[in-house]
């Protein structure tokens, strides 16, 4: 594997590591039919992800998030399980996208970018919904829900057929998410 291509499986599996902070089980899911249509080379290791049975499986995990997450008050259990899962998904998604790498290299990389950029997308998207069940008692949340869900979706498709672009919108998220915390910080601050 040349340069290129590995920039380009790090660019997959950051895209897919965004995804995941907004679903866990869909970018798997997404993934695995890519795996299993021979659409992106797996890592050797993560094969099985590209499984009839692994496709199987994520589809009906997906499922049962994304309905889940349209249950008042269900959502937020499944934000407070789904911040630890969604880093060790985005580790994951990392570990079968990039290969041809020293296993230092690979560790490093799905540890950091993937389970680091999943887990603050999940906190962040926690925090929201946090919020919007605090300030409308709930009401609004199958409107975070459903963002989330488009969100995941875009990002995993993207990830898939155009990873550079993914990783552009990834840094794009993180931009926004530094500008909404540097504005809530500046309104906080007690002026004297």
């Known amino acids: ?40 080379p797996l890592n050797e290791n993560w094969m099985w992800a590209g499984s009839l049975t692994a496709v199987i499986t994520l589809s009906v995990a997906t499922l049962v998030e994304i309905f889940g997450y349209y249950i008042p008050w269900v959502d937020n259990v499944l934000d407070t399980i789904a911040v630890p899962l969604a880093a060790v998904a985005g580790t994951a998604v990392m570990m079968a996208t990039v290969s041809d790498l020293s296993p230092l290299v690979t560790w490093s990389l799905a540890i950091i970018a993937g389970g680091g950029t999943a887990a603050a997308i999940k906190g962040n998207t926690s925090a929201i919904r946090l919020t919007s069940s605090a300030t409308t008692g709930g009401l609004a949340n199958p409107v975070v829900a459903t963002a989330e869900t488009g969100t995941s979706v875009l990002m995993s498709l993207v990830s898939i057929i155009l990873a550079p672009l993914a990783f552009m919108l990834v840094l794009f998220i993180f931009y926004l998410m530094y500008k909404f915390y540097k504005k809530l910080r500046k309104k906080n601050t007690p002026r004297v």
């Open 1 to 40: 594997m040349d340069s290129v291509d590995i920039l380009f499986s790090v660019f997959l599996g950051i895209g897919l590591a965004a995804a995941v902070g907004f679903r866990v089980f869909l970018p798997l899911l997404v993934l695995s039919l890519a795996g299993y249509f021979d659409y992106i």
